[in-house]
């Protein structure tokens, strides 16, 4: 952490002043200059936002080693994924990734509010809820190259892997199911009466079937400790969201239900841990459920490395969508906006933030060469874990 001199602690305490209203709009801007106009009218807007929707701005009350953490766990989903990406393009990888890269403030933010014993429900494209969930790097790389000492042993690949000891019930290739899911362990919950929280992660496309549908009807009528998180990148696999609703805010459906709907920026970490601190506090107090609905965009395709390169960020050339789409939407990058604000409100150097993302570029190639050492699983494992103890008998037709 940056605690520098006393003028360093001054600005830093003045940006936070300004944030929860101490300082003149005019003079918090100024401070922000070194940004440009639009940064600091974003960063001004956004405390103003969450002021108006939550009554507190509870990103102001994170210290600064929460912060760097949020900023290190965005990292390493990136850089994570990055990776995956170009073990894809350089052959031999087995089974189907679909790529997070672009949404990272959504999972930390998410995930930041949370404690350990709470649950989470993923899908898909969960590499990132895991990772910010507390999930091993080298583990789900060995898991997702079919190792056997992977997370599941090599027998899930990238779209299976769970832990429990960490409230991580797993990721899931059924469209919406993981909202069920956490409902389900919502209901748990509410039996035990314990205080924990139960959140579900799904795309634009999850509300779609009945999944979403049972998981709020349920959660409304018994005041479920569940927050449905809607991450809408703009596409189900190939097709436009705005083409096939109705509605351009999503979490407007939840309101159907009876059951309080959030918008945020997907692409802000702190606007996201606003929205999902309200949530979690509401829901551990007996206030019932909430879905909030992300706005936020994948710098992939829907699966695979279609389009992309080694070394190089985006996918391009895909036929639904333009490249100038693209660009536009890398250049909202979540990482590279939170590594501004950081910097500006003295909560990192340039240097310091430099030396986490080498750091973590370093965790990450440790990860894969774990990976790559590891032993594959032995042909007669396959018979294992069919039941819930011992093995299938081997028998010859």
């Given at each position: 952490?940056?605690?520098?001199?006393?003028?360093?602690?001054?600005t830093?305490?003045e940006?936070?002043?300004?944030?929860?209203?101490?300082?003149?709009?005019?003079?918090?801007?100024?401070?922000?200059?070194?940004?440009?106009?639009?940064t600091?009218?974003?960063?001004?807007?956004?405390?103003?936002?969450?002021r108006?929707?939550?009554g507190?701005?509870?990103s102001?009350?994170?210290?600064?080693?929460?912060?760097?953490?949020?900023?290190?766990?965005?990292?390493?989903?990136?850089?994570?994924?990055t990776?995956?990406?170009?073990?894809?393009?350089?052959?031999?990888?087995?089974?189907?990734?679909?790529?997070?890269?672009?949404?990272?403030a959504?999972?930390?933010?998410?995930?930041?509010?949370?404690?350990?014993?709470?649950y989470?429900?993923?899908?898909?494209?969960?590499?990132?809820?895991?990772?910010?969930?507390?999930?091993?790097?080298a583990?789900?790389?060995?898991?997702?190259?079919?190792?056997?000492?992977?997370y599941?042993k090599?027998?899930?690949?990238?779209?299976?892997?769970?832990?429990?000891?960490?409230?991580?019930?797993?990721?899931?290739?059924?469209?919406?199911?993981?909202?069920l899911?956490?409902?389900?362990?919502?209901?748990?919950?509410?039996?035990?009466?314990?205080?924990q929280?139960?959140?579900?992660?799904?795309?634009?496309?999850?509300?779609?079937?009945?999944?979403?549908?049972?998981?709020?009807?349920?959660?409304?009528?018994?005041?479920?400790?569940?927050?449905?998180?809607?991450?809408?990148?703009?596409?189900?696999?190939?097709?436009?969201?705005?083409?096939?609703?109705?509605?351009?805010?999503?979490?407007k459906?939840?309101?159907?239900?009876?059951?309080?709907?959030?918008?945020?920026?997907?692409?802000?970490?702190?606007?996201?841990?606003?929205?999902?601190?309200?949530?979690?506090?509401?829901?551990?107090?007996?206030?019932?459920?909430?879905?909030?609905?992300?706005?936020?965009?994948?710098w992939?395709?829907?699966?695979?490395?279609?389009?992309?390169?080694?070394?190089?960020?985006?996918?391009?050339?895909?036929?639904?969508?333009?490249?100038?789409?693209?660009?536009?939407?890398?250049?909202?990058?979540?990482?590279r906006?939170?590594?501004?604000?950081?910097?500006?409100?003295?909560?990192?150097?340039?240097?310091?933030?430099?030396?986490i993302?080498?750091?973590?570029?370093?965790?990450?190639?440790?990860?894969?060469?774990?990976?790559?050492?590891?032993?594959?699983?032995?042909?007669?494992?396959?018979?294992?874990?069919?039941?819930?103890?011992?093995a299938?008998?081997?028998?010859?037709?």
């Amino acid at each position: 952490m940056h605690h520098g001199d006393s003028q360093g602690q001054s600005t830093q305490a003045e940006t936070r002043r300004a944030a929860a209203g101490g300082l003149s709009r005019r003079a918090f801007v100024q401070r922000l200059g070194a940004l440009g106009a639009g940064t600091a009218a974003a960063l001004g807007s956004r405390a103003e936002s969450a002021r108006a929707q939550y009554g507190v701005n509870w990103s102001d009350q994170l210290p600064a080693d929460q912060l760097v953490a949020m900023y290190t766990d965005m990292l390493k989903i990136r850089l994570w994924e990055t990776k995956v990406k170009d073990l894809i393009l350089k052959g031999g990888f087995r089974g189907v990734a679909h790529l997070y890269v672009g949404e990272e403030a959504i999972a930390v933010g998410i995930c930041r509010a949370l404690r350990k014993d709470d649950y989470i429900a993923s899908t898909h494209r969960g590499h990132g809820h895991l990772i910010a969930k507390g999930g091993d790097m080298a583990k789900m790389l060995a898991e997702i190259t079919h190792k056997a000492t992977g997370y599941c042993k090599g027998y899930g690949g990238s779209l299976h892997i769970t832990d429990v000891s960490l409230g991580i019930l797993g990721m899931n290739g059924i469209v919406g199911a993981a909202h069920l899911f956490a409902a389900g362990a919502a209901y748990g919950i509410k039996v035990r009466g314990t205080d924990q929280v139960a959140v579900s992660f799904g795309g634009d496309g999850s509300l779609q079937n009945s999944f979403f549908t049972s998981a709020a009807n349920a959660a409304a009528a018994w005041k479920l400790p569940w927050i449905g998180v809607i991450e809408n990148n703009g596409y189900q696999i190939w097709v436009r969201a705005r083409e096939v609703y109705g509605t351009v805010d999503l979490a407007k459906r939840a309101e159907g239900f009876g059951i309080e709907g959030r918008v945020v920026d997907g692409n802000d970490v702190l606007a996201v841990y606003n929205a999902a601190k309200y949530a979690v506090d509401k829901a551990r107090a007996g206030g019932g459920p909430t879905v909030i609905e992300c706005k936020t965009y994948r710098w992939y395709d829907h699966y695979g490395a279609g389009g992309a390169r080694i070394g190089v960020d985006g996918a391009f050339g895909l036929g639904y969508r333009s490249d100038r789409e693209v660009r536009d939407w890398m250049a909202k990058d979540p990482i590279r906006r939170f590594r501004h604000f950081l910097i500006s409100d003295r909560v990192l150097s340039v240097e310091q933030a430099d030396k986490i993302e080498a750091d973590v570029a370093k965790a990450v190639d440790e990860a894969a060469a774990f990976a790559e050492a590891q032993p594959v699983p032995k042909p007669e494992d396959g018979l294992k874990n069919v039941f819930a103890q011992g093995a299938v008998p081997l028998r010859n037709v």
